[in-house]
């Protein structure tokens, strides 16, 4: 499952392949626990053999559950999503960051490259790195989170409470925030792309200053890991014409080497095929101590 911001997805799926699924808004666990056990009838299980979750951040990777995450409504916050399907449906549950899970559905199933960086360009930022094929998470999960990299000590508040984060600069809601300032009215990023798109000046300027934000982001990543690619989902990847030409020109002249970007060819299933393969990924002590929160019956 996928528990986003606004929608959660579920899904029944055997070898990458969906069997059954479903969407609805996130609101709190008695939601999730009707929509998996409707994606299990249909695909006609008793029970499935794990349960993976991708969530919005941060997730204490010890115990599953989520730490308080700004960005999901407050039923589920502090949801003990882990413990409690672990409690109902009689398998083990592991539980991860969505962009980190996103980037393992692409190490899984989308271009499948062995180092590269997962970017989720949306309201948020999020990020997921894979070195050698494996996914790096940091001493307690939290590596990856590009979407908190400063980009300029002085520049905009994040929601993290520091300064100038690539979240703030070229993130949905902080580019929002700009074009009410510019336009003097309240903007959606969404219509912002859709003005640079007809050649509005203003809104075309704002753009290259988000896309000058993300460049120089994948210009440090690309000097710190050099990833044979950086792969992009989220809303943002519907005007990649107007943005990957700009995040481009701004990354090149900051990295010494040749910068490849594409999209992610999963959309919104990544998280939901990233979660499915959780199991696989998850660091040994981490999957042990979050399978073993609560003892399997029988
Ligand atoms: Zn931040």
Redesign the pocket.
Known sequence: MDIGGTRTRVAALEQGQIKARRSFPTQSLVELKVGLDQVLQEAGWAKPQAIGVAAAGPVDMRSGQLLNPPNLPPGMRTASVGTELQATFGCPVYVANDATTAAIGELEYGHKAQDFVYITWSTGIGGGIVCGGRVVWGATGQAGEI??MVIRPRGPR???G?RG?L??LAGGAGLAKAARRRFGQAISARELVTLAQKGNPQALELVKTACQAMGQAVALLWELLEPELFVFGGGFTGSWDLLAPRVLEAARPLARGSLRLAVTPLGDDVGLLGASALWKHISPDWGALQAGRVRTPG
């Open positions: 979407g908190h994040c929601g993290c520091k984060c979240e703030a």
